[in-house]
């Protein structure tokens, strides 16, 4: 586990080892530490906007001793899995763009209005808590499901702000986004007996039957 004041101290040292001023940005529970939702998270999960900005980070990191480790021992088999380093119990989660089956998007990062500077080339944007929760859909892991409940539990929740990024997900290519997305709410309403709105279940739910519904037209 790392705390959030280990986070910023390992981030002003990652700093002073790059190369060149890069922009990256916080999703999971290194968000959330920043975001005030939890004290300490397991591993901390970074976006990049494209290879060589991770290429850069990973190059600083590995100057400090991390080694790089089998992302299957943590995701399984999923698709879109991030580079991963370890140094005794911190870890770091390397994304580009994608995370696993969704897409870092330009509205999610115009969400990311929280921003931290370290030391002088390290800029860490953080995701959005909405955006957040989108990301814990994506990976459906237990603790992803504590961590969702934490933030809706915490902060008030637009759920228009999911449902029109569970569309854009669609539009970039990521169907199965308000299927997954739906699913990951219903456990939270039945399982952790949240106060998931019914309406919101049934956009999503009713997205997923017109996906159906298009997919038999192109069939006929």
């Not at 906007?49 to 991390?66: H, L, P, V």
């Not at 637009?158 to 990521?174: F, M, R, S, T, Y």
Request: proline share 1%.
């Amino acid at each position: 586990m790392i705390t959030i004041d280990q986070q910023q101290k390992l981030f002003l040292n990652v700093s002073r080892r790059l190369k060149e001023k890069l922009t990256a940005y916080a999703i999971g529970g290194t968000a959330m530490m920043f975001l005030g939702f939890k004290e300490a998270t397991l591993d901390i999960d970074i976006v990049f906007e494209n290879e060589r900005d991770r290429d850069t980070f990973k190059s600083a990191i590995k100057s400090m001793g991390y080694l790089g480790m089998d992302a299957i021992q943590v995701y399984g088999v999923k698709r879109n899995q991030p580079q991963m380093f370890k140094l005794n119990d911190e870890r770091f989660d390397l994304f580009v763009v994608q995370v696993i089956d969704f897409i870092f998007s330009d509205n999610m990062r115009k969400r990311a209005e929280q921003i931290h500077q370290f030391g002088d080339n390290l800029i860490l944007k953080i995701a959005n808590p909405h955006d957040i929760i989108l990301m814990k859909c994506a990976t459906d892991r237990l603790k992803d499901k504590d961590d969702a409940r934490n933030i809706i539990n915490a902060t008030k929740i637009n759920w228009d702000i999911l449902i029109e990024e569970a569309k854009k997900q669609i539009e970039l290519g990521k169907e199965r986004s308000a299927f997954d997305l739906g699913g990951f709410l219903e456990d939270l309403k039945n399982q952790m007996k949240l106060d998931i709105p019914t309406g919101v279940l049934d956009q999503l739910f009713e997205i997923v039957q017109n996906q159906a519904k298009e997919k038999q037209n192109k069939l006929k």
